[in-house]
């Protein structure tokens, strides 16, 4: 009981918090109860299909891909590109917080995200044109621009503060403690490559990729990490 309560500190702090509002002031517990149950509904909607997006992309998209458009490398560009996938977002901000994981593990640059986010929150597309319709077109602009300049300036203090290596995304399990090789089936496409490079390790049966079963050692855990990242649809990972 004690280690469930440990690894769920914040919902356990929102249950005692619950507990005493029901106490002390039950009206504003109610409503605080049928306000959270909307947020819960909505995100019961929204979140299966960003979850299925995350994956597709995931399994589709390669780390090349990413990186080149969203990496530290790409400069400008990425910035640019970060700009518009945040501006002509749909949903609310919490949908986007497993696209940028799924970014994050595969190469994009902390600074790149921090972009989207932003953008996703305060300067999309649908927002910004009901923006000038009530409150002018001059204001929406001057907002705009001051709000891209702060976005840029914050996404350069996340990048000085915050390493990628503090942020739990799980884009590396320890390869010292590696033990064998996990397949992801839905995603393999069956192409043969890890066969074709360590075929004492791989073998394709009915168009899926298989581990054969065997101990690792420092020089082949080197040697499946490179097969890992040249996997099309990035089906394989250690256990």
């Known amino acids: 009981m004690i280690e469930i309560i440990k690894k769920n ?8 918090v619950y507990v005493f509002l029901f106490m002390a002031m039950p009206d504003k517990a109610y409503l605080s ?17 960003i979850f299925i997006l995350t994956s597709i992309i995931e399994a589709w998209v390669s780390k090349e891909v990413i990186m080149n458009g969203f990496g530290e490398k790409a400069g400008i560009k990425g910035s640019i590109f970060s700009f518009l996938l945040g501006s002509f977002s749909a949903g609310p901000i919490y949908a986007a917080f497993p696209i940028c994981k799924m970014l994050l593990k595969k190469g994009a640059s902390i600074a790149n995200v921090v972009i989207i986010l932003s953008a996703w929150a305060v300067i999309k597309v649908p927002m910004l044109a009901n923006e000038a319709k009530f409150l002018g077109p001059n204001f929406m602009g001057l907002r705009w621009i ?3 300049m702060s976005i ?3 996404s350069y203090l996340m990048t000085v503060f915050v390493k990628k290596e ?3 995304i799980g884009e590396e399990k320890s390869l010292s403690k590696a033990t064998g090789i996990d397949i992801k089936e839905q995603y393999c496409i069956g192409c043969g490559l890890c066969e074709k490079l360590m075929p004492q390790h791989f073998k394709v049966i009915d168009k899926k990729a298989k581990w ?19 996997c099309p649809v990035k089906a394989i990972d250690f256990r």
């Open 166 to 168: 503090d942020i739990p």
């Open 33 to 49: 109860v049928k306000n959270s149950m909307y947020y819960i509904i909505e995100m019961l909607e929204i979140m299966p299909v």
């Open 9 to 16: 500190k914040l919902l356990t702090a929102v249950s005692l």
């Open 212 to 230: 054969k079963e065997s101990t690792l050692n420092d020089t082949q855990i080197n040697e499946l990490k490179a097969i890992i990242d040249k």
């Open 152 to 154: 840029l300036i914050i």
């Open 146 to 148: 001051l709000t891209v």
